[in-house]
């Protein structure tokens, strides 16, 4: 069974780049039918999509954090991560990282696996 | 852009039905599967629907999912509501780039 989990700095200072890595198991994240994906919350609010990494390294950002948004795949660790820069306090949020289906021999079609969430608080 | 308008909460009694609804403010919602995910305080998002109307192994036959193209809407319906079915239910699909859109969510009260 696929599980992610999610790491990287709990407080991260405004201006300054916010970096977090996703770490896959029960699974490789070579597998080409699947897209990895970040997603955020907010306290209190609902979710944003942040942007997606195919196994080729394509990638599909949410076109308001396009500009700020990095994320690359990391094969031999078995790993993606999310760089986001210039944080301000309205970065504060959960951020999860989750696995995404699109194909119809899905077992569970769209983003069938998720992380339990890191949160990231965005303050000096 | 392609978004996804749920009501912000919806309330209902033990044992009876309440659904939920996702309208698209443009294109055709048919264009992509409709998703919705349930979240507990604390936890992650599952999935209670996929493909606009199937449910994942696990899932209670009182939780089903459809489509209404004529409305551009998807909907979530849950009968025979229980305590344990509080939750915030957000829809999803994707928009003709292939990005994630959520819908608001929609925080469920069973009374």
């Known amino acids: 069974q696929v599980q992610l989990q999610e790491s990287g700095p709990g407080l991260v200072k405004p201006s300054e780049t916010l970096s977090l890595t996703c770490a896959v198991s029960?699974?490789?994240?070579?597998?080409?039918?699947?897209?990895w994906m970040w997603i955020r919350q907010p306290a209190g609010r609902g979710l944003e999509w942040i942007g997606r990494?195919?196994?080729?390294?394509?990638?599909n950002y949410n076109p308001s954090l396009k500009s700020r948004v990095t994320m690359s795949l990391d094969t031999s660790k078995n790993q993606f991560s999310l760089r986001l820069s210039s944080v301000t306090a309205a970065d504060t949020a959960v951020y999860h990282c989750?696995?995404?289906?699109?194909?119809?021999?899905?077992?569970?079609?769209?983003?069938?696996?998720w992380g339990p969430g890191t949160t990231v608080t965005v303050s000096s | 852009n392609f978004m996804l308008t749920q009501p912000h909460s919806v309330s209902e009694s033990p044992g009876k039905t309440v659904i939920i609804s996702c309208t698209g403010n443009s294109g055709s919602i048919a264009s992509n599967f409709v998703q919705w995910y349930q979240q507990r305080p604390g936890s992650a998002p599952t999935t209670i629907i996929y493909k606009d109307n199937q449910r994942p192994s696990g899932v209670p036959d009182r939780f089903s999912g459809s489509i209404d193209s004529s409305a551009n809407s998807a909907s979530l319906t849950i009968s025979g509501l229980q305590t344990e079915d509080e939750a915030d239910y957000y829809c999803?699909?994707?928009?003709?780039?292939?990005?994630?859109?959520f819908g608001g969510g929609t925080k469920l009260s069973v009374l």
């Open positions: 990494i195919s196994t080729s390294g394509t990638t």
């Open positions: 999803q699909s994707y928009d003709t780039s292939n990005r994630g859109v």
């Open positions: 989750a696995r995404d289906c699109r194909i119809s021999s899905c077992v569970v079609y769209g983003m069938d696996v």
């Open positions: 029960g699974g490789s994240i070579s597998s080409g039918i699947y897209y």
